[in-house]
T-cell receptor, first 115, second 112 residues
Framework: DAGITQSPRHKVTETGTPVTLRCHQTENHRYMYWYRQDPGHGLRLIHYSYGVKDTDKGEVSDGYSVSRSKTEDFLLTLESATSSQTSVYFC??????????????FGNGTRLTVT | GENVEQHPSTLSVQEGDSAVIKCTYSDSASNYFPWYKQELGKGPQLIIDIRSNVGEKKDQRIAVTLNKTAKHFSLHITETQPEDSAVYFCAASTGTASKLTFGTGTRLQVTL
């Protein structure tokens, strides 16, 4: 397995509360990604990072923010959690050139439930 | 933007039989097509990929074929085993650093 650790693995939170998910990599890869996985939708990109402090939006970025202060850490924050954000969240990393040029390696996910 | 359709959504085969999963894509500029396998409770794992300058690629019991004209690509698993049971995702990319569009997944069950 690629050296990717996601924390926490499971979380239950209430509507309206902020939530932060953490991704830590030991591969020194430049590119890091946050996806969400929902039945019938496959995997959809939330945000990604192409370097320290360099981030950009994906296709489902509303309600989410990210930060990358170190190469190895990429944080995903739900500013005010809603029930529609109940999902499984995956962090992924990629080497030179990003997903279109290098394999994407995933962590084992965080299951988030918003009640 | 790119749209990737994947069929079937579920597939049940007997051990030893072959399994085929098909995907179509919409963006003719797509040039990289990976396949991922996801086991229960884990993240997707790359099992094979193909680039648009190649029509077929094999790795032991797994093969992927690409038809650029028709804009579809397929995963073939021969001599299926129970450990092949998982959800499989296809994906397509135009080669950018961020854009990898996934299909909706196929749940493969290999029965004894």
């Amino acid at each position: 397995d690629a050296g990717i650790t996601q924390s926490p693995r499971h979380k239950v939170t209430e509507t309206g509360t902020p939530v932060t998910l953490r991704c830590h990599q030991t591969e020194n890869h430049r590119y890091m990604y946050w996806y969400r996985q929902d039945p019938g939708h496959g995997l959809r990109l939330i945000h990604y990072s192409y370097g320290v402090k360099d981030t950009d939006k994906g296709e489902v970025s509303d309600g989410y923010s990210v930060s990358r202060s170190k190469t190895e850490d990429f944080l995903l924050t739900l500013e005010s959690a809603t029930s529609s954000q109940t999902s499984v969240y995956f962090c992924a990393i990629s080497g030179t050139g990003g997903v279109g040029n290098s394999p994407l390696h995933f962590g084992n996910g965080t299951r988030l439930t918003v009640t | 933007g790119e749209n990737v359709e994947q069929h079937p959504s579920t597939l049940s085969v007997q051990e030893g039989d072959s399994a085929v999963i098909k995907c179509t894509y919409s963006d003719s500029a797509s040039n990289y097509f990976p396949w991922y396998k996801q086991e229960l409770g884990k993240g997707p794992q790359l099992i094979i990929d193909i680039r648009s300058n190649v029509g077929e690629k094999k790795d032991q019991r797994i093969a992927v074929t690409l038809n650029k004209t028709a804009k579809h690509f397929s995963l073939h698993i021969t001599e299926t085993q129970p450990e092949d049971s998982a959800v499989y995702f296809c994906a397509a990319s135009t080669g950018t650093a961020s854009k990898l569009t996934f299909g909706t997944g196929t749940r493969l069950q290999v029965t004894l």
